[in-house]
């Protein structure tokens, strides 16, 4: 993007100010966004005021600077329910571990969390701490908690969690970190209007009251799609099987529909496919369902037990087949061998404008990682990427479905 595209001009920005030695580095990012026509409020934590001084901040600003429930001045009270309201987005730059922690348990013993815990617009949390904080698992626990909120984790280099730590922990630099809003507010009308559906996470095939067939989908790859697509403007139909409690969307365009069985994905998304304008089917959907299900717990005894299973309906097929002219239908291939041969027949066989492969052969793609490695596939076109977050890999598919 040039600088002349200049996203930022007339946005209202929410700057959380932590206490990191990171935090000089604040005025910079102010005097940048500022420069390209935002208006900034900062909000900073009382260990915030220890490393650089609310005086400073607020000259940059030209706005006073926020740090306390009440108004020192006068005992008015600020309200961080209207920032939430006012923001267009919200950047912490430094966010410490504490922070970080703090907000993605909802403590809100301060004027920035309580901001953050009520913001409407997108948030965007750029790290600053020593490596060891950083690579700790609790750290990159909140990281990953905050990043399934759909909060924008802005990291130096390609924006892993925990895969690759070189170099990590110290804060991105400042004109990286006004790139990445900008980037996200050219992208975020560019769905308006724009009706997605999403299949995500596992399907569950009954056995008995307590037994089922299932697979080791997280939902997380469907989940960054969904944020993806809501966050360009798009009004999302979540279609999602049992997955962890963890796993939450908070972005009000996102509708998320909760199913357990292949069948009922299947029913569920022959009823929305018709008013969808696109639909990215990343759910891994159990193939074969018990015949019968029992009706009690099944009893173990001393011979062989065989469950006979019968095909679930192929969703993707299904709706393959009832495509409309101005739909877009994108399909998911997870193999394990001959990647690209068994991708090209799904592309074929079951209608998709483009498929997205991953293969379990690459570390760090597929199932239940933060990560995934992806090749996209067109009847005219191969795209390989390198393994990103997910979040960033849900970029390259959307950014290939706007293509078409
Ligand atoms: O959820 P995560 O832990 O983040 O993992 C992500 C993922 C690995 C599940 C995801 O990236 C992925 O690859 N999803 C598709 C998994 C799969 O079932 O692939 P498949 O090659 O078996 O199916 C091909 C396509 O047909 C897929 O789009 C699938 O959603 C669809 N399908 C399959 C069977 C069926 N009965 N109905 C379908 O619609």
Redesign the pocket.
Known sequence: MGDGDNMLQGKKIVLGITGSIAAYKSCLIIRQLIKRGAEVQVVITPSGKEFITPITLSALTSKPVISDFFSQRDGTWHSHVDLGLWADAMLIAPATASTIGKMAHGVADNMLITTYLSMKAPVFIAPAMDLDMYAHPSTQQNLRTLQSYGNHIIEPGTGFLASKLEGKGRMEEPENIVAQLEQFFSRQETLKGRKVLI????TYEKIDPVRFIG????????FALANECANRGAQVELVCGPVSASMQVVHPNIHRLNVES?QEM?ETCMKLYPSMHSTI???????YAPERVATQKMKRTDEDLVIRLKP??????S?GKIKKEGQILV?????TNDEEV?AQA?LRK?NFDF??L?SLKDEGA????DT?KITIISADEKKEFPLKS?AEVAKDIVDQLERL
């Not at 597929?366 to 990682?369: A, V």
Request: with cysteine; aromatic share 8%; net charge positive.
């Open positions: 299949t995500a996470g596992p697979n080791y989908s997280s939902g997380k790859m469907g292949a299947y089917l990343c759910a891994a959907v159990a193939d679930n309906p192929d969703i993707a097929a709706l399909g998911f291939a997870l193999e068994h799904k079951k498929i997205v991953n597929g199932f239940r990682t995934n997910k």
